[in-house]
């Protein structure tokens, strides 16, 4: 299984990014699919999930209304778009794949099965 992120930059605060998140080696149908990001010093955090089907994206409270997530089951694809960027956005951030037989918490990174290797994301004030 693989995961690749990527999509990830320097942006200015206010600006906005898409992360893109390319799966293969799994039956992505069956994955539901988070974000997470690390920042230097910190340990890494939910920001957002969304089901096979595309329904009911979850997002922590910290991006809600600034981030929004996509899927493309055609193409084993996940999309992050992240609008309204703020300094304490800047981490990496990672995509993860969660099978809907794994029973673990959403907001957890024990939640997930599989993990890509991340992309930098750095908003300058």
């Known amino acids: 299984v693989q995961l690749q992120a990527y999509g990830g930059g320097l942006v200015q605060a206010g600006g906005s990014l898409r992360l893109s998140c390319a799966a293969s080696?799994?039956?992505?149908?069956?994955?539901?699919m988070g974000w997470f990001r690390q920042a230097p010093g910190k340990e890494r955090e939910f920001v957002g999930r969304?089901?096979?089907?595309?329904?009911?994206?979850l997002f922590a409270d910290s991006v809600k209304g600034r981030f929004t997530m996509s899927r493309d089951n055609a193409n084993d694809m996940v999309y992050l778009q992240m609008n309204s960027l703020k300094p304490e956005d800047t981490a990496v951030y990672y995509c993860a794949a969660k099978s809907i037989r794994n029973g673990g918490s959403y907001y957890s990174t024990a939640g997930y099965d599989y993990w890509g290797q991340g992309t930098q994301v750095t908003v300058s004030s």
């Open positions: 080696g799994l039956t992505f149908s069956y994955y539901r």
């Open positions: 969304i089901n096979p089907s595309s329904g009911s994206p």
